[in-house]
């Protein structure tokens, strides 16, 4: 499975960002599809995942803030950042777990305060 993380920009705190993940390969072997965020100095952190079957979960620092959702062919997942905070400045990444779990290119998400 092959992952292509965008969206990335710089954006003031109180404002929205949209990532993208598109998945390509044997995406029918994903079962979980999930962002992931490193603040500079920290370690990576889950942020929000989607099951193959539509379930999703946020972290508690993102929850009614952040969606987390995917295309009708479940290979784009997409995660609406709104009211970003400074705190949410991290380089995202997604990821998809299915045989083995997979890695996309992390995209650079910076909130000015």
């Known amino acids: 499975v092959q992952l292509q993380a965008s969206g990335g920009g710089l954006v003031q705190a109180g404002g929205s960002l949209r990532l993208s993940c598109a998945a390509s390969?044997?995406?029918?072997?994903?079962?979980?599809m999930a962002w992931y965020r490193q603040a500079p100095g920290k370690q990576r952190e889950w942020v929000a995942s989607i099951t193959r079957g539509g379930t999703t979960n946020y972290a508690d620092s993102v929850k009614g803030r952040f969606t987390i959702s995917r295309d009708s062919a479940k290979t784009t997942v997409s995660l609406q950042m709104n009211s970003l905070k400074f705190d949410d400045t991290a380089v995202y990444y997604c990821?998809?777990?299915?045989?083995?779990?997979?890695w996309g290119q992390g995209t650079l998400v910076t909130v000015s305060s």
């Open positions: 990821s998809a777990v299915g045989s083995s779990t997979y």
């Open positions: 390969g044997s995406v029918s072997r994903v079962n979980v």
